[in-house]
T-cell receptor, first 113, second 110 residues
Framework: NAGVTQTPKFRVLKTGQSMTLLCAQDMNHEYMYWYRQDPGMGLRLIHY???????AKGEVPDGYNVSRLKKQNFLLGLESAAPSQTSVYFC????????????FGSGTRLTVV | RKEVEQDPGPFNVPEGATVAFNCTYSNSASQSFFWYRQDCRKEPKLLMS???SGNEDGRFTAQLNRASQYISLLIRDSKLSDSATYLCVVNKVYDYKLSFGAGTTVTVRA
């Protein structure tokens, strides 16, 4: 049972390049989330999804887009990367009940130069 | 006011010591509370849920004080392997999403 898998684990982009981060979960969770984590700032929610075909904005959505075409996958896209998007990105999934907490992927460390 | 606030620490303690720290939450109607552990450069992992009556899991004890709106984590007989950042997590009211504190860093020294 792999849980939540993120790819890639590391990436270096040049300013203006685009990329897609992939998150896959095998726990049949309805809800999925994308967070970024920066030193001293904790986890900030970028976008989330409450089911296949649905997405919604979180606290810091600007510069990112997402898609959830299949229940098990949640993609995060950067259309034109900026140095301010240098961060560690975590995907998480959960059942609909917040009482179960989230399961996180191992993260993607992104550097934009 | 932040939804969840934590003392960032660091708490530096010797092996075998007891360390305790709190976090405060802003919304009195929150119902779900957790402590997560995050090791350096790794993902957060659920350490334990926090129940109204308080609960233990081995050397870890969590307490909830609804009147003062804080939760606490106590670690007894600290091990070197307990060195990590501990995230306080609370559900957003009327929402399935969780709010994460910025974390409290604990360093256990030999």
């Amino acid at each position: 049972n792999a849980g939540v898998t993120q790819t890639p684990k590391f990436r270096v982009l040049k300013t203006g390049q685009s990329m897609t981060l992939l998150c896959a979960q095998d726990m049949n969770h309805e809800y999925m989330y994308w967070y970024r984590q920066d030193p001293g700032m904790g986890l900030r929610l970028i976008h989330y999804s409450v089911g296949e075909g649905t997405t919604a904005k979180g606290e810091v959505p600007d510069g990112y887009n997402v898609s959830r075409l299949k229940k098990q996958n949640f993609l995060l896209g950067l259309e034109s990367a900026a140095p301010s998007q240098t961060s560690v990105y975590f995907c998480a999934s959960s059942p609909p009940d917040s009482g179960y907490g989230y399961t996180f992927g191992s993260g993607t460390r992104l550097t934009v130069v | 006011r932040k939804e969840v606030e934590q003392d960032p620490g660091p708490f530096n303690v010797p092996e075998g010591a007891t360390v305790a720290f709190n976090c405060t939450y802003s919304n009195s109607a929150s119902q779900s509370f957790f402590w997560y552990r995050q090791d350096c450069r790794k993902e957060p992992k659920l350490l334990m849920s926090v129940y109204s009556s308080g609960n233990e899991d081995g050397r870890f004890t969590a307490q909830l004080n609804r009147a003062s709106q804080y939760i606490s984590l106590l670690i007894r007989d600290s091990k070197l392997s307990d060195s990590a950042t501990y995230l306080c997590v609370v559900n957003k009211v009327y929402d399935y999403k969780l709010s994460f504190g910025a974390g409290t860093t604990v360093t256990v020294r030999a």
